[in-house]
């Protein structure tokens, strides 16, 4: 259909504003209930304020890599990358490893984060092919990236209530069974947190690697031939 990049997209966008807003909102969730009081509140605040700050150094080291190789090759090497990580996180991950933790929350965030600061760039694309494919008079930017913007806040609104209501409880009684010392409930509840801690960014990230992978196709040869039209109609315009 004229709309097939667009709605894959749009579901991509909704996964990844899902995975973001989640990891943001529960960083420190994860740390208080599987770190605690291994670590200072200063180097814990230093991996926080970390998990902001390094993917937007990331995203201008990359820059010259979506020049050279494209959006949808960098976008998909992450997607893989995070699968990889995650999946082997998966096998090897520890409650009983703060180390571990931290390490985890950091450089998926960083990865995840990534790939929100390069949204824009896919958004540009399907302005383009739109304007390509329906031959209108003038791009549609604001109604698509509004479209996206909406969809994003849905997502970013069912996070933390799915966050709430799977760790509300679950923290609570992490904090309790610490403080009264019971090491058995102890260790299941942070195994539970721990499992958590990775399967939810798998799960999002899987999905958006089958749809990126297999359904988006706005690159290579058709996506230059967008952006050729696209040149040759602001010159007409220009001139």
């Not at 992490?174 to 721990?194: P, R, W, Y």
Request: proline share 3%.
């Amino acid at each position: 259909t004229r709309h097939h990049n667009l709605t894959v997209f749009m579901l991509v966008y909704f996964v990844q504003g899902f995975d973001c807003t989640f990891e943001k909102n529960h960083f420190g969730i994860f740390l208080e209930g599987l770190v605690g009081d291994e670590y200072s509140k200063k180097f814990l605040g230093g991996i926080i304020t970390a998990s902001f700050i390094i993917p937007w150094i990331v995203t201008i080291m990359i820059t010259p890599l979506i020049q050279k190789r494209g959006i949808y090759s960098v976008v998909k090497w992450v997607f893989v990358s995070r699968v990889v990580f995650c999946s082997l996180s998966m096998l090897l991950s520890s409650p009983n490893s703060p180390a571990f933790t931290c390490s985890f929350l950091l450089i998926n965030r960083i990865m995840s984060e990534t790939v929100c600061r390069l949204c824009p760039l896919v958004i540009s694309d399907i302005v383009d092919e739109d304007y390509y494919v329906n031959k209108r008079e003038r791009p549609m930017s604001a109604t698509i990236i509004g479209a996206s913007t909406l969809l994003g806040k849905g997502s970013q609104s069912l996070a933390p209530m799915l966050g709430y209501s799977l760790f509300s409880q679950q923290f609570r009684d992490t904090l309790n069974l610490a403080a009264n010392q019971e090491t058995d409930e102890l260790n299941s509840s942070k195994v539970l947190m721990s499992r958590a801690l990775v399967f939810i960014p798998l799960l999002c990230v899987l999905v958006q690697t089958f749809m990126w992978s297999s359904h988006y196709n706005l690159h290579g040869a058709y996506l230059k031939k967008v952006k050729n039209y696209v040149a040759k109609r602001d010159y007409d315009s220009a001139v």
